[in-house]
């Protein structure tokens, strides 16, 4: 029954070019995204990659994964290790855009996360016997002094609450992000037959 399921999201993630059959037009990425990574519990960013089975053979897709890292420190990734014939097209349409994806932006990326991290750590140290609204006055704190942003109420509550031990609020946010990248590609895959 699961495999059914997976073979359903695949197929609704095709590119428009798969869709129509013009396989050699496309480009193998379907979409840039970002969201929270729910095994590892921070976000991550990554590209969404045409499920078609024309890309069988592009190494990028390795395991026959659907998603990819943008960019790694390993040089394994989407950008500079798919082989698909669409993929020089789109490579170039994003050269001539301006789009860089050199390290720079990445250690930005890391050093952010890093920071936060940092925030978390620093917060978590001071929480004993404090109470929530305590705690979160603590981490806001420490987020300013490393000049990061302050996450949505909802994410901000669960963080707080995980540096006070209790970490089912961000399981709950993450299963709520979870359900509805489900129901999005369900009706992505009923909506396209």
């Given amino acids: 029954?699961?495999?059914?399921?997976f073979d359903a999201i695949r197929e609704a993630m095709r590119t428009p070019v798969c869709h129509r059959e013009r396989h050699a037009e496309c480009p193998h990425l379907l979409e840039l995204g970002a969201g929270l990574n729910p095994i590892r519990r921070r976000p991550a960013v990554g590209v969404s990659l045409c499920g078609c089975d024309c890309h069988a053979s592009c190494p990028v897709i390795g395991d026959r994964r659907m998603l990819a890292p943008l960019a790694s420190t390993t040089g394994k990734n989407w950008h500079d290790s798919c082989t698909c014939?669409?993929?020089?097209?789109?490579r170039a349409r994003w050269a001539q855009a301006g789009v860089d994806l050199t390290e720079d932006v990445w250690d930005l990326a890391r050093q952010r996360q890093q920071a936060r991290q940092e925030a978390f750590?620093?917060?978590?140290?001071?929480?004993?016997?404090?109470?929530?609204?305590?705690?979160?006055?603590i981490y806001l704190a420490e987020l300013r002094a490393r000049n990061q942003e302050v996450p949505?109420?909802?994410?901000?509550?669960?963080?707080?609450?995980?540096?006070?031990?209790n970490s089912l609020p961000g399981f709950v946010i993450a299963g709520r992000a979870t359900v509805g990248l489900v129901k999005f590609f369900w009706g992505a895959h009923h909506r396209s037959r």
Avoid: C
């Fill in 121 to 137: 750590n620093a917060a978590r140290a001071q929480a004993a016997g404090k109470s929530h609204e305590q705690i979160k006055e």
């Fill in 152 to 165: 949505s109420p909802d994410v901000l509550d669960a963080r707080v609450s995980a540096i006070g031990g």
């Fill in 85 to 90: 014939p669409g993929a020089a097209i789109e």
């Fill in 1 to 5: 029954m699961f495999k059914r399921h």
